[in-house]
């Protein structure tokens, strides 16, 4: 009886991340993407990453999207059918490729009008310089505290900001996956698939052990 209770557990997780809705597929797909490009700076583009090995699409900011405190017709605007909910989550990675080290980019989400006053609600940390650095971009996670018909981001920092993830999830992460432990799952009871399926217990990946899900 618990290993029938165990199974049905791991097919209604794996049915959960199933049910999972993407919004936004950034860079598979541009679809809902607008750029506001009145100076001509913002476009789909490609940069240089992993000390310029490999080359991947962006999107490139090359310019503020504020002046004076006022915004300006030059940022990325997220749309979706409906509007963004509550509990949406955003996931943005990005670089900066430029011989000066000591620069600075990073994107900034904000909500207000062209020619209104900004507000900024959430800045990424500042981006890697992919010309110098072999790192993969770091990945930064959003979740909306507000329903917003609109998502708005634009460049925060001193040079171009390169784009190069940005995806939008509603029901959990954009992983599909939620409240994942990286622990060591423990050594008893069986371990299964996202699909319920009994696998070996040195299976790698995702996989379910004890009504828990963990990463190995």
Do not use: W
Not at 25 to 47: E, M, W
Not at 67 to 91: H, Q, S
Not at 169 to 174: H, L, M
Not at 198 to 211: H, P, Q, T, Y
């Amino acid at each position: 009886m618990k290993k029938f209770f165990t199974l049905i557990a791991a097919v209604a997780l794996a049915a959960s991340v199933n049910a999972q809705t993407t919004l936004i597929d950034y860079p598979t797909s541009q679809s809902g993407i607008t750029l506001h490009n009145v100076d001509g700076q913002i476009s789909f583009a490609t940069v240089k990453i992993h000390t310029n090995k490999d080359e991947v699409p962006c999107i490139k900011i090359g310019k503020s999207f504020s002046a004076e405190n006022l915004v300006v017709d030059n940022f990325v605007e997220l749309t979706t059918e409906g509007g963004f909910k509550k509990g949406d989550v955003i996931t943005i990675a990005g670089v900066f490729n430029n011989a000066d080290d000591s620069k600075k980019a990073a994107v900034a989400f904000f909500t207000g009008e062209v020619g209104e006053k900004g507000k900024t609600y959430y800045t990424t940390k500042q981006f890697v310089n992919s010309r110098n650095t072999a790192d993969d971009p770091a990945e930064e996670q959003i979740t909306l505290t507000e329903d917003m018909p609109s998502v708005k981001f634009g460049r925060n920092g001193n040079t171009g900001a390169c784009v190069v993830k940005v995806t939008v999830v509603r029901g959990g992460t954009s992983t599909g996956i939620s409240n994942i432990s990286a622990a060591a799952a423990k050594k008893n009871g069986k371990t299964y698939n996202m699909a319920g399926q009994e696998v070996s217990s040195s299976a790698k990946g995702l996989i379910i052990k004890n009504g828990k899900k963990y990463v190995k």
